[in-house]
């Protein structure tokens, strides 16, 4: 099998076998994300996939997780998807779980009772790219999906049955409005209630210039202190049950996990011990990748 690259998954998908069901990204117009901006959006063939799912099968018959790449498997029909499926549970006898990316605006064009019929033919965790909660910076970095389409999406795939984690970017909105960001994006999370929430700092690489041009004049990048504050009233605001709070992302300074609401104290205490001793206690510069 060979991957048409570049390829990304989930920090979660680490060990997981990763099989592309798609090539690039259905929506692909976030200003932030220069992920698939080289490949144009496909949905692979069939046969060409079952290739890949025979040859995997024969060098990792006991893989136990796989993810679906690219970019939103979610945009497939219900027919090809259940197709895919039943294909990787015969030739994968100890698959215990098959996972993808998930789009809200894919999520939605599903009915709730085809979501529950993946869910029934083996599809796992969704991960869901929030990335704000706040709807002026979601029109500023053209995320596609409104506020109110991010909070149904992520509540119907929960409906369904699926482990949903999300994914929200500190610095986004830059310092005019960072507060706006976060109190937003604590607000929309808090009222979605996700299994799994996870903070990434904002990091383009070569897509920084181009990124603070879009963004108009007054916009100014936060800087490692910046974000930590951003991740402090993050945790202080939100209000969910159970969530799995982590920050274990290349790109953030300081890996932070626990259970919101159990652990916002210990969370709090060590955000304020780096603050207080950046030096001793954050990730260097040189340690960060996107």
Known sequence: MQYDEPLFRPPSEAHSLI????LGCSNNTCLFCGMYKMKKFTVRPFD???????????????????????????????SHFTKILRLLYAKFPNLERVTCYANPLNLLKKSMGE??????????????????????????????????????????????????????????????????????TASL??????????????????????????QGPDFEFLDKLDMLREVRQLVCELHTDNT???????????????????????????IDTAMADPGKYLKPEFLRAL
């Open 48 to 78: 060409a996939f079952k290739k890949d799912v025979l040859d995997c099968a024969r060098y990792a018959p006991d893989a136990r997780r796989i993810f679906l790449a690219d970019g939103d498997a979610l945009v497939m029909s219900m």
């Open 244 to 270: 799995i709070f982590r920050t274990n992302h290349a790109s953030n300074y300081l890996p932070l996990k626990g259970v919101l609401r159990q652990d916002r104290e210990t969370l709090l205490a060590a």
């Open 19 to 22: 099989i592309q069901a798609t």
């Open 189 to 214: 999370c808090s009222d979605m209630n996700p299994t799994y929430l996870s903070a990434l700092s904002l990091m383009l690489g070569p897509l920084e210039n181009y990124f603070a041009k879009t």
């Open 115 to 184: 979501l529950r019929q993946l869910r029934e033919e083996g599809l796992g965790t969704l991960y869901l790219g929030m990335e704000s909660g706040s709807e002026q910076v979601l029109k500023r970095i053209a995320k596609g999906s409104t506020r109110a389409e991010i909070l149904e999406a992520g509540r119907k795939a929960l409906d369904a049955g699926f482990p949903l984690s999300v994914t929200v970017i500190l610095g986004l909105g830059g310092k005019l409005l960072s507060e706006e960001h976060i109190r937003d």
